[in-house]
């Protein structure tokens, strides 16, 4: 099953290379839907609003990596690795991804 809050190899739609992603789809969602909602990562480190930077080793990443939280994407669950890269990125770093989201969507109530 896929998580919430684990990254995993993915081959996007429209992208020639496999990278990591963020699952931030609520694990009940994950366990019942045949998509998943996800954001992708980049080595590729640009500091902006909408990103969230990983220390290498984090969430399982082999490099410092950033999450590209302008970019969600809903895919379907067979264009992800069954496995995740690493351990689940903790609640502070999983806060900080929600707050970019937010900006990067301009979701303010």
């Known amino acids: 099953m896929f998580e919430l809050g684990r990254l995993y190899w993915c081959q996007l739609p429209d992208d020639p290379k496999r990278r990591p992603v963020l ?26 609003p909408w990103h969230v930077v990983l220390r290498k080793g984090e969430g399982g990443v082999t490099h410092p990596t950033v999450l590209k939280c302008e970019q969600p994407a809903t895919i379907r669950k067979a264009r992800l690795a069954t496995e995740p890269l690493g351990r689940r990125l903790g609640v502070d770093r999983m806060s900080e991804v929600a707050a970019a989201i937010i900006r990067a969507l301009e979701l303010r109530a």
């Open 23 to 48: 699952v931030v789809s609520p694990d009940l969602r994950n366990a019942l839907a045949s998509d998943i909602v996800v954001i992708p990562a980049s080595t590729m480190v640009r500091v902006g």
